[in-house]
């Protein structure tokens, strides 16, 4: 079953231990918290991806916040960077709820999937090449196991080199590889055999959004997209 395959995968993420220093890093950040979360207890340990298991459009990310998903345990939850995501997933169908809280909120994804390029989070937002290829692995186990997938969205560019290099090593280009700009778009085949479309976006992170190199209609647009290439 696809969802057990997930489960398993999840599983081994949240007990990695090949970064032992991001492991480190991360519990030493839900130990100290940050003030408007001294409440909180922190999850603190690698984030597994999360989703419905018969998604045909996968999300992938840089890694989890300090604060955002090494708190709350689940991708994209609980910071700035996915109130942006989470508000567009809804706007588009994809989620039910525009909000995401907490790993116990109630929101549920419809036809997507959210994983990561790195899966602890790193100091300053910046994994090593080391790191990044530490994590790689688990990337490919999701995308043997989500068979339905047939499109790829990633946000920042850290996430597109790391589904590039995914299809480097185990798969091929159908169409040459299109340089990381918001809404490239490139043809590639992954182990599964199946063709999958990479769509990239600019992350929604605040550095991208209070400056305006992302807006929400940008944002909207990638997810516009997605619909299409995912065929119906």
């Known amino acids: 079953m696809v969802s057990s395959s997930l489960a398993a995968i999840g599983k081994r993420v949240v007990a990695c231990r090949r970064c032992p220093e991001l492991r480190d890093y991360c519990a030493e950040i839900g130990r100290v918290k940050k003030r408007a979360h001294l ?85 300053a937002n910046k994994p090593t090449p080391q790191q990044r290829a530490r994590c790689l692995p688990y990337l490919r186990e999701e995308f043997a ?7 790829i969205v990633t946000l920042g560019r850290i ?6 290099a995914l299809v480097k090593e185990f798969g091929h280009y159908r169409t040459a590889r299109t340089p990381f700009a918001h809404l490239a778009q490139t043809e590639v085949e992954l182990p599964s055999g199946r063709s999958r479309t990479v769509l990239a976006s600019y992350h929604p992170s605040r550095q991208n959004t209070n400056t305006g190199v992302l807006t929400e209609p940008m944002l909207d647009a990638v997810f516009t997209r997605a619909r299409v290439l995912r065929g119906d």
């Open 39 to 123: 409440g909180d207890d922190y999850w603190a340990k690698p984030v597994p991806g999360w989703g419905d298991p018969n998604a045909r459009v996968v999300l992938v990310g840089l890694a989890p916040g300090a604060h955002g998903s090494n708190r709350t345990g689940r991708p994209f939850t609980g910071d700035g960077s996915g109130e942006w995501l989470y508000r567009a997933l809804h706007r588009a169908g994809f989620a039910s709820r525009p909000d995401a809280t907490h790993r116990d909120d109630g929101l549920m994804l419809h036809d997507a999937y959210i994983t990561a390029a790195v899966r602890c989070a790193p100091p």
């Open 159 to 164: 996430a597109d080199d790391a589904i590039h």
């Open 145 to 151: 196991a989500l068979d339905h997938a047939r499109v």
